[in-house]
């Protein structure tokens, strides 16, 4: 049987939503990989504070979120190893971060897809910093007692 189209019949597919649940204290995002192990392991769920870096600036040592143009806005979980002005080298390769500049790895650079491949990530690509480790429940118990937050 056929139905004419009416003014509320969109036939365009509804853009799909990433990330379902996003509150003012951050984000939800998902480890995928393995080059952030032994801190982060695939499938564990994390809290990605959006609005950190609009009381402070990024700090080296920070695991944080980013998302490099030069990936196409790709979502990437690394640590801030390089800051602004800095000279960073690794191996053979030397960067000088310019202003805003921040040089990204992860903890397993076998395993990781980092600044070495991508460049330096500017200020506005930076996400957040990951603030919590909300599943799976036993690691964030094992996190807090390695951090020295059990008491």
Not at 122 to 139: D, H, T
Request: proline share 7%.
């Amino acid at each position: 049987m056929w139905w004419p189209r009416s003014a509320t019949c969109s036939t365009r597919p509804k853009p799909r939503r990433r990330n379902k649940f996003r509150f003012s204290l951050g984000r939800f995002v998902r480890v995928y990989g393995h080059s952030m192990t032994p801190v982060l392991h695939p499938g564990e769920v994390l809290l990605v504070s959006e609005n950190a870096y609009e009381s402070h600036e990024p700090r080296r040592g920070e695991v944080v979120m980013a998302r490099p143009a030069s990936l196409g806005g790709m979502a990437l979980v690394k640590r801030i190893v390089g800051l602004p002005y800095e000279r960073v080298a690794v191996g053979e390769q030397v960067w000088q971060l310019e202003d805003g500049q921040f040089f990204l790895l992860g903890d397993q650079t076998e395993h990781s897809m980092d600044s070495r491949m991508f460049g330096p990530v500017n200020r506005e690509e930076l996400v957040g910093p990951v603030r919590v480790r909300l599943w799976p429940w036993k690691r964030l118990a094992e996190s807090d007692h390695e951090e020295g937050r059990d008491g």
